[in-house]
Every structure is written in C-alpha cells, then in structure tokens.
C-alpha cells in the first residue's frame, strides 16, 4: 500500500501532464465524446409514440432530410444570416477597433465599456430588441417612419421580408464589440517601425491602412471570423424569442429547426440528424477556411 501511495505522489509531482490531463479527458468523454457517438447512433433510429419507445429505422432520417425543403430552406436562412451578420461586423469592429486605438484619456475607459454587451446573455438582448422593434412603441420602426423610410402600418419582426434584418439588428449590437476588442488588441501588437517609415515617406492614412496594417492583421482577422463564423451558423437564442422562426419560414435556422424537430413534434432520431448535418457543414467550411487563410494554431 505504501508503495502505491508513493508512486502515486512521485507521479502527481513529476512533469509528466497525465495526471492533470485526466479530468479534462474526462470531462471531454462525458460532455463531448459520449453525445456525439450517441448523436450518431440516434440519428439512425426513431422515437415511437405508440411503443413509447426508440426503434432502428436505418437511413430513413437521412432521406427525409435530403429530400426535406423546410430543411434546406433552412440552411439558406442560417447561412444568409451567416454571412450578412459577419460582413457587417467585421467591417464596423474594425472601424471601431482603429478608432478607440489610442492611449490618450479616456479611450481605456470606452474599451472597457465595450464589453458590457458581452456580459448579457443572448436571450435577454433578444427581449430588448423584441419591445424596441415592436409595431405599436418600439422606438425602432418610430425612428424609421420619422425619417421617412417606414410607413405608418410597416413593421419588422412580422413581416417576411424584414424580420430577419430585426434578429440581425440584435446580433449586431452584442457581437460587434467582440470583433473590435479582437481587433484593438491585433492593432496595439503591430510593430510601430514601419509605420514610421511610411510617415516618413509620405504615405497617406489609407495606403498604410491597405499595405500596412490589412497585411499584418491578416492573421487576427483569420481568427475573428472563423470564431464568430461558428457562432453565427449555430444561432439560436435570437431568432427563438424574437420571431419563432417566424413569419412563416422566414428567419428559420437550423439550429432552431432541430429543436423544433427534436423537442416540439417529438422526433428526437430526425433531431440528431439535423444536428449531425449542421457539424457536418461546420467542420468541411472551417477546415476549408483554415487551409485556404493558411492558419497555423
């Protein structure tokens, strides 16, 4: 007994990571391992009210998901969204980032106010801008006939057309200030010497922004997007309380169509699938992403 306590202690003061690497593994084969496997064996079976029971039925979800236009409409809608919400962040974060990226007064103060919006969780924001966008006092569509560019019986979140630049308008306002601490903190780590040089040489503001500075963000920019990429396509909360997925299919996600599949109508086999499809999109386009951007991690 004494021996093994003595090995135990000359492991657990070694320099060999095992010991400390096994909660981590362990908690990884609980929390990540286990579920996806159990995903997959799922998505090959079925839920049957009638039985009360789960039953093998093959490659059906499968089909049914190849041959499911609510599904591919689906993607459409994750996808747009996907890339209106990044576009637009990632220009503004940068905008922001190059403008707070000083050291006079009173500009630490506005980073860290920056972050508050991080602090709220998704669902209560989606609420915020649930009441702001509301037909009848939302300041929102208020603001928007003011100026003209609304009529007086025009909403947003109920009509096709508009609602998904609502949750997209939500998105925007939380996220954006992720991308530019990213970015403030890519532009304070850039070497000041060439800079210097290019003053020197009478380089405007946009030429060392364009060859300077675009060049050697490339990396973090790279980085910003894929994070936020997989954010994006994963989006739930904000289409969920605001729209429903509605009007209609209009703000449909994937994310928000395996639940609807999974917990509303009781398909938990055709659910898993869904998800598994999503994983499955997620993992080719950022693999693709990282080689094409040459990432190295």
């Known amino acids: 007994m004494s021996s093994g306590l003595l090995r135990t202690s000359r492991v657990m003061i070694s320099d060999h990571p095992l010991p400390w690497l096994l909660p981590l593994l362990a908690i990884l084969l609980v929390l990540a391992v286990y579920p996806f496997f159990y995903n997959i064996w799922l998505s090959f079976h079925e839920f049957v009210p009638r ?152 380089a405007s503001s946009w030429q060392m922004f364009t060859r300077l500075t675009l060049p050697m963000m490339g990396k973090v920019i790279a980085i910003a997007v894929l994070i936020r990429g997989i954010d994006l396509f994963r989006m739930f909360d904000y289409v969920y309380v605001m729209t429903s997925g509605g009007p209609g299919t209009a703000t449909y996600t994937l994310s928000l169509y395996a639940w609807q599949q999974t917990f509303s109508f009781i398909k938990w086999g055709y659910g898993a699938t869904i998800s598994l499809f999503s994983l499955f999109i997620i993992l080719v386009v950022a693999n693709l992403f990282v080689i094409s951007t040459r990432l190295r991690w």
């Open 51 to 202: 039985s009360r029971g789960i039953e093998p039925v093959g490659w059906e979800n499968w089909q049914i998901l190849f041959n499911d236009p609510r599904l591919w409409n689906a993607l459409w809608v994750t996808l747009f969204y996907t890339a209106v919400c990044l576009a637009i962040q990632l220009v503004l974060g940068m905008g922001i980032a190059l403008l707070i990226d000083s050291d006079e007064p009173g500009y630490a103060f506005i980073r860290g106010v920056l972050t508050l919006t991080l602090v709220i969780p998704p669902a209560i924001t989606a609420m915020m801008f649930l009441l702001m966008e509301d037909a009848q006092f939302g300041m929102v569509p208020y603001a928007l006939r003011v100026i003209g560019l609304f009529a007086s019986n025009q909403t947003i979140l109920a009509s096709p057309q508009l609602a998904i630049w609502g949750v997209i308008l939500a998105d925007i306002w939380q996220w954006t200030p992720f991308m530019v601490l990213i970015f403030v903190a890519g532009l304070r780590s850039l070497p000041r010497d060439p800079f210097e040089s290019a003053m020197i040489d009478g």
